[in-house]
């Protein structure tokens, strides 16, 4: 029988993927669930054929100049990738491999989750009671912003922002959008398309960011592109936190131009913006948007799927690069 192909798991992932990863890899794993240094990672990656890393391990060119010529394939446990500089990779000849489609519906449910959050105060509400602080009411009490029958706004309407797009039309929103080009009208479902951003903007109560991270996409969200937005709008962000100027972002909820912000993405991950949690018009996690026990298996699962096929011979089904 020929020996096992040695693959490097960068983070802990879910038992069951790990267990299916030792029947067929041999595996060597990151025991105390840190993030390796850039010199770390490089060495770890001169023992294997392949490596399994998340979006916290940056393969950027000189990482990849760096790597084994034994290191074939790079399965990422993530559907963003930039984390790792394809066209170094690709000049290197390493396969790089995405999940794609499995963690669209966990994501659309955390960009639910920060809307709502963010429209009815819910941080504001969940600290004030937790601290012993809930000793009035009134009808002017913690007073928020209705979704229903208002205009969801999705820059990027790709897997995610259709989905995300679907929950909103259960709340009655009108659902408006942003892409490169318009998508197929079985994808579309209604919504409305605007060729510019500032077109978009201009009609979202709600906007929120499925867009992936580029050159292009980096800092979209600034000062002048926040002023495109109506007066009080809500501002969601799942996707990268480098989509938004957090300075813009924070000037923009004390002066009351946006109502408030439901952020599950930073600049700065872990650890976040303390200028933007020292606002209380924001609605706060900690990147957990594809954090399900169904969605973490799946997404291990395709990416052991990506391996298995590279290494049988075959072109791994989500390949980018």
């Known amino acids: 029988m020929p020996e096992k192909p040695k693959l490097l798991i960068t983070r ?3 038992d069951t993927v790990q267990a299916r990863a030792a029947r067929d890899y041999q595996v060597l794993t990151n025991a105390e669930d840190r993030v390796f240094t850039r010199d770390e990672l490089i060495e770890k990656c ?10 916290s391990e940056h393969f950027s060119a000189d990482v990849i100049a760096a790597l084994p010529d034994r290191l074939k394939i790079i399965a990422n446990h993530s559907v963003g990738v930039d984390h790792v500089d394809l066209a170094a990779a690709k000049t290197a000849g390493i396969v790089v491999t995405n999940t794609p489609d499995v963690l669209s519906d966990a994501t659309a449910e955390i960009a639910m989750l920060c809307m709502l959050g963010a429209a009815r105060r819910g941080a504001e509400g969940d600290a004030m009671i937790r601290a012993g602080n809930w000793d009035f009411w009134s009808p002017a009490f913690m007073v928020g912003r209705q979704v229903t029958g208002k205009r969801f706004g999705v820059l990027g309407m790709g897997r995610v922002g259709q989905v995300a797009a679907e929950r909103a039309r259960g709340f009655g929103m009108t659902v408006h959008y942003h892409n490169r080009q318009p998508v197929a009208e079985h994808l579309a479902k209604g919504a409305i398309y605007h060729d510019t ?10 906007l929120s960011l499925h867009c992936p991270s580029t050159p292009e996409t980096t800092g979209i969200i600034n000062a002048e592109t926040i002023g495109w937005l109506p007066d009080r709008a809500i501002l969601v962000n799942t996707a990268r936190g480098n989509l938004v100027d957090e300075d813009a972002l924070v000037d923009a909820l004390e002066s009351g131009k946006l109502f408030a912000a439901g952020l599950d993405v930073f600049r700065n991950e872990p650890g976040g913006n303390q200028r933007i949690s020292a606002l209380k018009n924001v609605f706060l996690l900690p990147h957990i948007g594809s954090a399900t026990e169904e969605t973490r298996d799946a997404m291990g699962f ?9 290494f049988a011979g075959r072109e791994p089904g989500d390949r980018v690069a």
């Open 197 to 206: 951003i500032e077109g978009l903007f201009a009609n979202s109560d709600v």
């Open 12 to 14: 802990r992932l879910r």
């Open 302 to 310: 395709r990416a052991l799927d990506n391996l298995d096929a590279y």
């Open 46 to 55: 001169q023992q294997v054929d392949a490596v399994l890393p998340c979006h």
